[in-house]
């Protein structure tokens, strides 16, 4: 099928939760997500989980409205924006929030993302797609939530230097942080794409509203990504 590429599904951003050395029923989950590949739109739920959507020139999108415009030519990806930031941030999954010590305080999950790349849209309505995404999760564990989760080691610092099971870098500096080796998703491929008034559609993905202003293209992916990554925004190159 015709996609916007797999590094773009991944926006429903799972970072997989690699941490390890954990107790019988610890595995962590990945919010029951179907593989990126064979995505369903996701709804506003944890499967479409957000990337940090730090403070910058682009976001938030303030009183957006599709105008439409003439895509024809090479936008690069500035930015992608949630809805509402702290939803989007709350969509970050931890991977022991079923454990009452690993709730509260101390216990916080980040997911950070980005987007660099280009769209070429063709007046033929073929879009060549060069991107990539990368994922990198962290997250702070306190003492009790690691007694909890981790049966190796006896001390909060022997126990922390468990957790990153060799996909996370972990340190113990009066609780326990883990850095998730980065995910590094790199798309390249042309893709059919097609305008009807205001939205656009490339491949089988759902559509996306868009509006271009002077050099600036955004794209909202109401159906697709309604909290997280909602506003796709590039720049005319």
């Not at 070429?120 to 991107?131: E, K, P, R, S, W």
């Not at 990539?132 to 989760?149: E, K, M, P």
Request: aromatic share 8%; net charge negative.
């Amino acid at each position: 099928m015709d996609r916007l590429g797999s590094s773009f599904l991944v926006g429903a951003f799972l970072v997989p939760l690699w941490l390890g050395a954990c107790d019988g029923d610890g595995a962590a989950t990945d919010g029951g997500a179907a593989d990126a590949a064979d995505a369903v739109p996701p709804s506003d739920a944890a499967s479409d989980a957000a990337p940090d959507a730090a403070a910058n020139a682009f976001c938030p999108v303030v009183d957006y409205a599709a105008c439409g415009g003439d895509l024809t030519g090479t936008w690069a990806f500035r930015s992608l924006c949630p809805d509402d930031p702290a939803a989007a941030a709350a969509l970050c999954e931890h991977p022991y929030d079923d454990r009452a010590e690993c709730v509260g305080a101390g216990n916080e999950a980040v997911c950070d993302g980005t987007h660099t790349g280009t769209l070429t849209f063709h007046a033929d309505g073929t879009v060549d797609i060069d991107t990539t995404v990368t994922l990198v999760g962290t997250w702070n564990f306190t003492d009790a939530c690691l007694a909890a989760a981790v049966t190796t080691g006896t001390t909060p610092e022997e126990r922390c230097a468990n957790f990153g099971n060799g996909r996370a870098t972990c340190v113990y500096e009066g609780s326990c942080t883990c850095v998730g080796d980065p995910i590094v998703e790199a798309d390249t491929n042309t893709a059919t794409y097609a305008v009807v008034g205001d939205d656009l559609t490339i491949g089988d993905d759902p559509p996306a509203s868009y509006c271009i202003a002077g050099d600036l293209l955004t794209m909202d992916y109401y159906m697709f990504h309604p909290v997280s990554w909602r506003y796709w925004v590039l720049e005319r190159q």
